[in-house]
């Protein structure tokens, strides 16, 4: 089904992402009400055109075509959904929670007789309404189809990834995850490096190549795993753990902290373990939660 154009939106939970979600919606057109516990966060807000701030979750629930949550956690939209009534409303839950936790809350919502879609937002309050901006959202196509033309407004970039109800919250934690891993490897290398004398100003060429690497690196992996082709004629496991043993023991004998880096190395360590020296990195994907010891 195309988008039926919702024009009447509730949004739960008015902290930073809520009004944010809130403001962008009322510039584009809809007609928003809002909720908040803290009732005078929601009034504030429902100063702007388009907004008016319910007094009840379930008065604002009532009121709209679709309702978004956006409270800080799965126990919240549980108890925030007490006593309202669902029959025949659709829900997007926006709140981070773990898959378990948004598939949950969908069997709440269709036990009562509501209609539900998870979503996960990836970035900050700054980058809703930006073209570049991405939710992910996951569950019914025909849900997400009908309120795409809405959804989009929030970011541009928004796509379903997955007819699982926790393929958003998977996707945001995968992601989310690689994001702030490699942010906070960045930093643990910059400490070390200084130590060597090696001006911050003096990397930004080198560190523009590294992040081409790292693109390239990424597309090139996602296609082996979903190919299942590990064969690499450019750099093999044993060579990456080769190199990592050596940059550990730079990093030690600065005395820089290495947790990440050593994470890395012990990573590669279990893969040439596992019998994946000759193959490209993307083997990696291949080891099992714990590596059998018996393999070592
Ligand atoms: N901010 C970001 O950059 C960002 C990015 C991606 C995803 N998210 C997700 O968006 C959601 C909201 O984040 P936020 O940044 O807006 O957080 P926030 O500014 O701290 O707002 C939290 C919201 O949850 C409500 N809340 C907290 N405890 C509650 C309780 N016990 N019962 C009922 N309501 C309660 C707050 O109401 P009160 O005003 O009454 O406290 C407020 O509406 C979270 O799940 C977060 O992980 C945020």
């Not at 008016?52 to 800080?72: G, K, M, S």
């Not at 829900?91 to 598939?103: F, Q, R, S």
């Not at 019998?275 to 010891?293: C, H, I, M, T, W």
Request: proline share 1%; with cysteine; charged share 20%.
């Amino acid at each position: 089904m195309a988008d039926s154009g919702v024009r009447a939106v509730a949004v739960l939970g008015t902290g930073l992402m809520g009004a944010a979600i809130a403001r962008v919606l009322a510039k584009s057109g809809c007609v928003v009400t809002v909720w908040n516990r803290t009732a005078e966060k929601a009034k504030v807000l429902a100063e702007l055109d388009g907004i008016t701030a319910a007094d009840t979750a379930a008065d604002a629930v009532a009121f709209a075509d679709v309702t978004l949550v956006v409270l800080l956690n799965s126990a919240h939209v549980e108890a925030a959904f007490a006593g309202v009534d669902l029959a025949g409303r659709t829900i997007v839950n926006l709140v981070t929670g773990t898959p378990d936790e948004m598939a949950g809350l969908g069997d709440l919502v269709t036990s009562r007789g509501g209609r539900y879609l998870a979503g996960a937002i990836a970035g900050y309050p700054q980058d809703i309404g930006a073209e570049k901006g991405a939710l992910v959202y996951s569950g019914s196509a025909e849900i997400y189809n009908e309120l795409k033309g809405t959804l989009v407004k929030l970011g541009g970039r928004s796509t379903l990834v997955s007819e699982r109800l926790g393929g958003a919250a998977a996707t945001i934690a995968a992601l989310g995850g690689f994001a702030v891993v490699a942010i906070t490897a960045y930093i643990e290398a910059i400490a070390f490096v200084q130590s060597e004398g090696v001006a911050l100003d003096k990397l930004g060429d080198v560190t523009d190549t590294v992040l081409g690497v790292v693109e390239s690196g990424i597309a090139e992996s996602a296609r082996a795993i979903q190919a299942g082709d590990f064969e690499t004629d450019q750099a093999a496991l044993r060579t990456y753990l080769k190199a990592f043993e050596t940059f550990m023991e730079a990093f030690d004998s600065a005395g820089s902290r290495s947790v990440l880096i050593g994470a890395l190395t012990k990573n590669l360590a279990d893969g040439v373990a596992a019998g994946y020296g000759n193959k490209a990195l993307a083997a990696l994907a291949k080891l099992p939660r714990e590596l059998d010891v018996q393999l070592i």
